[in-house]
């Protein structure tokens, strides 16, 4: 079934930006002298936005070295760390046959910050291509489905002509709430048997092949 509202995550299933994450992370957490967080636990936390991901990875930690560590985080993300973020394989050619499509809107919910994703939208020079957004600090995180019912509300979509597309078990659980179709990627963080325990209508390893049955092909 085409559908009139395809939404992306961000990180993990539009762009490799697992690598940054954690190395800024894993630096934060020694400079806020929380001590060593292990690269799987990271991994896992990702998706979700920055004050739920350091709760879940420091479980206890008070409120000052909170933010300290996301403030330390936040510079390394976007000053201090120079891992290479990319689109994946395919990312690219493969938005341009999908807003090419006629009645066919493109979104993303992400757990980054707005200033976060309007700062990739700019450097990636992608934001046109998209006619709504949602972050985790302007509604809540995922996997609440707030940010879904939001874009829903904003483009006048019904949830059964949209889908969420995402490399986690936050993006498929968020869509299940609503009862939302979703498709799961496997080449970001989150294992295939993991993704499947949310029953996604598919399972893609690839975004070429995530583009081709979108269109039908």
């Not at 933010?67 to 938005?95: I, N, S």
């Not at 302007?138 to 904003?154: F, G, V, Y």
Request: proline share 5%; aromatic share 6%.
């Amino acid at each position: 079934m085409p559908y009139d509202l395809i939404i992306f995550d961000w990180d993990g299933t539009l762009m490799d930006s697992i690598g940054r994450i954690v190395g800024s992370m894993q630096v934060a957490a020694r400079e806020a002298e929380w001590g060593e967080l292990e690269v799987e636990a990271i991994r896992n936390i990702i998706g979700l936005g920055l004050p739920e991901a350091i709760e879940a990875l420091c479980p206890g930690i008070g409120a000052e070295q909170a933010e300290h560590l996301k403030t330390r985080y936040a510079y390394h993300f976007v000053q201090g760390d120079t891992t290479p973020m990319t689109f994946y394989p395919g990312v690219m050619a493969g938005m341009d046959r999908l807003a090419a499509r006629p009645g066919t809107r493109l979104a993303v919910a992400t757990g980054k910050s707005r200033r976060g994703l309007d700062r990739a939208f700019r450097e990636t020079g992608t934001g046109h291509i998209f006619a709504a957004s949602r972050t985790a600090d302007e509604t809540r995180s995922k996997p609440h489905p707030q940010m879904l019912q939001e874009l829903l509300a904003e483009l006048g979509v019904g949830v059964e002509r949209a889908v969420m597309i995402g490399d986690t078990e936050y993006d498929m659980e968020m869509a299940r709430a609503l009862n939302m179709d979703r498709i799961a990627v496997t080449y970001g963080v989150h294992a295939r048997d993991r993704l499947e325990a949310s029953h996604p209508r598919r399972v893609i390893d690839g975004f070429p092949e995530l583009v081709d049955y979108l269109l039908g092909n």
